[in-house]
């Protein structure tokens, strides 16, 4: 049975050929980095907090000494990516300013936490909470939504995504539907899979801001909160997606299919592809 995520979904809408050279000929390369390394450590900092929170006391979660383990989530992950690559991610120098703009992000969290979680009439259903569907051609889809917490009172799951930004979505991150819509096939595959009325899932994205912009005449928040459109127009746009997907990248048997599956060259695109300017593709923007 073939796996897929949403990256791959992802990495396909941009570019087929960049998805056929990781997933088909299997020349996917695996470096890390301090954006992958940051990423990782507050997610699992931010939702420890939340676990404590919910499941023990908001009093025992404040309590918690948030510098000290994101500091060792930092240097878990560098140990764990300089081992797999044979070569440190980044500069000490880097880890330290990240690590500098983490702290100022979980004490922003920690202050305002009853502004973006309540512990009132809600209950964490969990953190990396698994999606695992069968779709059609033997094909199953796998994710890890960051939270589910539920609305006890109206029955509403709220789908959470924590995404780390140097200073936030700009309207055309927002309107960039690789970004937006892997919320969007989320909420319709945790309604399938956990049996809760699609119309009662609500997703926003939990966006933490490392930098804040200088010289401005207005307060600015650490957090930036941001709800795509996730009604019926919005889910069969990304069900057309998947789809699409589907038919282009697998046989009627569920096996890979190479035909086809050409370089969509664009300076967005090419700007981070890994084989850009290589000897497997020479048609990328430089």
């Not at 459109?229 to 919005?234: E, I, T």
């Not at 789809?243 to 060259?265: D, H, I, R, V």
């Amino acid at each position: 049975m073939a796996r897929i995520s949403y990256s791959q979904i992802s990495m396909f809408s941009n570019c087929p050929h960049r998805w056929k050279l990781n997933y088909i000929d299997k020349l996917k390369v695996s470096e890390s980095n301090i954006y992958l390394i940051f990423g990782t450590a507050m997610h699992e900092v931010i939702q420890t907090y939340l676990e404590i929170m919910y499941n023990d006391s908001v009093k025992n979660a404040d309590l918690l000494d948030l510098k000290e383990m994101l500091l060792d989530k930092l240097i878990e992950q560098f140990k764990i990516a300089e081992q797999e690559d044979g070569k440190a991610p980044c500069t000490k120098e880097d880890l330290q300013e990240f690590f500098q703009d983490g702290v100022e992000i979980l004490d922003f969290v920690k202050r305002k936490r009853a502004d973006y979680f309540s512990k009132r009439g809600y209950e964490l259903i969990g953190c990396e909470v698994p999606i695992e569907v069968d779709l059609e051609k033997n094909i199953k889809m796998i994710g890890y939504i960051d939270i589910v917490i539920l609305d006890k009172i109206s029955n509403t799951i709220k789908i959470y995504d924590i995404k780390t930004s140097t200073r936030g979505w700009n309207k055309w991150a927002k309107k960039d539907e690789n970004k937006t819509q892997q919320l969007l096939l989320y909420k319709q595959f945790y309604s399938r899979q956990y049996n809760h009325p699609i119309e009662k899932i609500e997703v926003e994205y939990f966006i933490v801001k490392r930098k804040l912009w200088e010289n401005t005449d207005f307060p600015q928040k650490r957090v930036q909160k941001f709800s795509p459109a996730s009604g019926k127009p919005s889910l069969n746009k990304v069900a057309v997606r998947l789809q699409n997907f589907l038919n282009k990248a697998f046989t009627t048997e569920g096996e890979y299919s190479s035909g086809g599956l050409y370089p969509t060259p664009s300076k967005k695109v090419c700007r981070f592809c890994e084989f850009n300017q290589t000897e497997y593709c020479n048609m990328g923007v430089k």
